[in-house]
């Protein structure tokens, strides 16, 4: 008796390539949910039953991460050339970041929204765990991946766009993250070592961050969009600027417990005197993103995990403006957080809806016709 097939392949080695199309890029969709459980809890305004959501959103998006290691993390055990097939197209690579940041997303979710859960004991040492974890797997991505764009990668003058930030935005999320561990760590030279290395991470982040915003920059004057579905990536640029305000607001909150005072006084004023002015570019650039995304809308853009882009992003600038109307206790700021929140929602819930509608139709799965590069063109006359 003949063996059915699927698409003429036998039904197992059809699995095996389904499940060979679930890449990097997945963990996104824990990132974007993770995000609007901070960002909710962390919302400078009382909402009823806001808390009770972002609890029931912080669950999903632990299922969501256990089941994609699971999912993706076997299948690479087992097939180790689809790594490096993700690894050396210069699309998909820099997707690798987007797994350590869906670790520490969702352990900096068990101490702000999880430990009324599960305990705070449990909660605390769940977090060590997945922030151990993402902060290694960042700095590596944030070595590795660039070492491939500077040895490897075949990349076009016109190439840069906003998925080369997902590699190097991880060890910011890590010093955000890490500022909620400082207060569980015993005071002395641990505490300490740990508030300056979360600065180091700041650092390392945000100044690579702002060469590659540079150059998405640069490539938008001189070529302009793709037009296509990679267009929302462009939301990613406001990723390491919101997470950058948080990380300063939340390391500066804390920089008491690890130094003496003066000096945690002058990290608790940087978190405004730095936050302010980036958040006022972060504005500017929601702006451009935003006509840009409804310029390619507009002609028909196609749904694609990248808008998932639309999600953590919009989080991050939540949970930052959240920074800034504490240290500042501007009415102004707990107005645009909770603005700011609200447009994530919609987002967040239209972006999970398209995405488990063309997983249930096995679009999602399927690999994109052409890995031609990606070319950027402008369009005057639109």
């Given at each position: 008796?003949?063996?059915?097939?699927?698409?003429?392949?036998?039904?197992?080695?059809?699995?095996?390539?389904?499940?060979?199309?679930?890449?990097?890029?997945?963990?996104?969709?824990?990132?974007?949910?993770?995000?609007v459980?901070?960002?909710?809890?962390?919302?400078?305004?009382?909402?009823v039953?806001?808390?009770?959501?972002?609890e029931?959103?912080?669950?999903?998006?632990?299922?969501?991460?256990?089941?994609?290691?699971?999912?993706?993390?076997?299948?690479?055990?087992?097939?180790p050339?689809?790594?490096?097939?993700?690894a050396?197209?210069?699309q998909?690579?820099?997707?690798?970041?987007?797994?350590?940041?869906?670790l520490?997303?969702?352990?900096?979710?068990?101490?702000?929204?999880?430990?009324?859960?599960i305990?705070?004991?449990?909660?605390?040492?769940?977090?060590?765990?997945?922030?151990?974890?993402?902060?290694?797997?960042?700095?590596?991505?944030?070595?590795?991946i660039?070492?491939?764009?500077f040895?490897?990668?075949d990349?076009?003058?016109?190439?840069?766009?906003?998925?080369?930030?997902m590699?190097?935005?991880?060890?910011?999320?890590?010093?955000?993250?890490?500022?909620?561990?400082?207060?569980?760590?015993?005071?002395?030279t641990g505490?300490?070592?740990?508030?300056?290395?979360c600065?180091?991470m700041?650092?390392?982040?945000?100044?690579?961050?702002?060469?590659?915003?540079?150059?998405?920059?640069?490539?938008?004057?001189l070529y302009?969009?793709?037009g296509?579905?990679?267009?929302?990536?462009?939301?990613?640029?406001?990723?390491?600027?919101?997470?950058?305000?948080?990380a300063a607001?939340?390391?500066?909150?804390?920089?008491?417990?690890?130094i003496?005072h003066?000096?945690?006084e002058?990290?608790?004023?940087?978190?405004?005197?730095?936050?302010?002015?980036?958040?006022g570019?972060?504005?500017?650039?929601?702006?451009?993103?935003?006509?840009?995304?409804?310029?390619?809308?507009?002609r028909?853009?196609?749904?694609a995990?990248t808008?998932?882009?639309?999600?953590?992003?919009?989080?991050?600038?939540?949970?930052?403006?959240a920074?800034?109307?504490?240290?500042?206790?501007?009415?102004?700021?707990?107005?645009?957080?909770?603005?700011?929140?609200?447009g994530?929602?919609?987002?967040?819930?239209?972006?999970?809806i398209?995405?488990?509608?063309?997983?249930?139709?096995g679009?999602?799965?399927?690999l994109?016709?052409?890995?031609a590069?990606?070319?950027?063109?402008k369009?005057?006359?639109?």
């Amino acid at each position: 008796m003949a063996t059915p097939t699927v698409d003429g392949q036998p039904p197992s080695q059809n699995r095996v390539e389904v499940l060979g199309n679930v890449g990097p890029n997945w963990f996104a969709s824990v990132m974007g949910t993770g995000i609007v459980a901070t960002a909710g809890a962390s919302l400078p305004v009382h909402v009823v039953g806001l808390r009770v959501f972002a609890e029931a959103v912080w669950v999903l998006a632990t299922v969501l991460l256990v089941v994609l290691i699971v999912l993706v993390g076997g299948h690479w055990l087992r097939h180790p050339t689809v790594a490096r097939r993700h690894a050396r197209n210069p699309q998909m690579a820099h997707f690798y970041g987007a797994a350590p940041m869906a670790l520490l997303t969702v352990g900096g979710g068990a101490v702000l929204v999880g430990r009324d859960l599960i305990g705070e004991r449990i909660a605390v040492d769940l977090d060590w765990v997945l922030w151990t974890a993402g902060t290694l797997g960042g700095l590596f991505t944030a070595v590795s991946i660039p070492f491939l764009m500077f040895t490897q990668h075949d990349v076009e003058p016109d190439a840069a766009f906003g998925g080369w930030l997902m590699p190097v935005v991880p060890p910011m999320v890590s010093a955000a993250m890490g500022a909620l561990l400082l207060s569980h760590m015993d005071p002395g030279t641990g505490r300490q070592t740990m508030l300056y290395g979360c600065y180091a991470m700041f650092g390392l982040s945000l100044l690579a961050s702002l060469n590659i915003i540079a150059m998405i920059w640069s490539r938008l004057v001189l070529y302009g969009t793709s037009g296509t579905a990679r267009v929302p990536t462009l939301w990613i640029v406001l990723g390491p600027l919101g997470q950058s305000i948080t990380a300063a607001g939340l390391l500066g909150a804390a920089a008491h417990l690890a130094i003496e005072h003066d000096m945690a006084e002058d990290m608790n004023t940087f978190a405004v005197l730095y936050g302010v002015p980036v958040w006022g570019f972060a504005v500017l650039w929601i702006a451009l993103a935003s006509a840009l995304t409804v310029r390619t809308l507009r002609r028909g853009m196609p749904f694609a995990l990248t808008w998932w882009s639309l999600t953590f992003p919009v989080g991050t600038f939540v949970t930052g403006t959240a920074q800034l109307a504490a240290h500042t206790h501007l009415p102004a700021f707990k107005v645009a957080a909770a603005l700011a929140y609200a447009g994530l929602l919609f987002t967040w819930l239209l972006v999970a809806i398209r995405t488990a509608r063309g997983s249930l139709r096995g679009n999602l799965l399927k690999l994109p016709p052409s890995t031609a590069p990606i070319k950027a063109h402008k369009d005057p006359a639109a």
